[in-house]
């Protein structure tokens, strides 16, 4: 399916406010730039490459949510933004790469998300479609008082 790309690579709006990656992500608003895509990734993201797969790249996320023992991110190599664009091959490397990535890590229980296509719907900072496995860390200060707990935005209703 042939979907037709956002017109912007990236959305300030749904950047942290206040956080360093907020004026990050309104930098590259400007420069008019996909961060994710393969020719401009390593301008903007600083970490190692961990595993590089035929149809997607794993590494740490360079700016982790709060309260989190793992960040990682998963980047589709191609720019996509719709899940629809992915292939049947790129489905089940997603989820090879997903189990290396636990069983790294001995990631006992953790949260996969993947949002797509028009961020107002989504709640993400970047339109290239991409992945994140999250473990929260329960032993983080935070946890402590529940309701202080920072929100991620991944608009569900
Ligand atoms: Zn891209």
Redesign the pocket.
Known sequence: MDKEKTAK?VDPNNARPGHAYEGVIKAIAEEKV?????E?LANFHKQPVEIDGIYWLATKNQYPYTCVRHHLLLIHK????HVEELSPEAWVELKEIITKLNRGREIAGGTFMLRFGETTYTGAS???LHAHIIQSDPDHERYREPKSMPGVIARVG
Do not use: D, G, L, R
Request: with cysteine.
């Open positions: 690579y996909c961060p994710f895509c393969p401009q191609a720019h996509i933004e970047v339109t290239h």
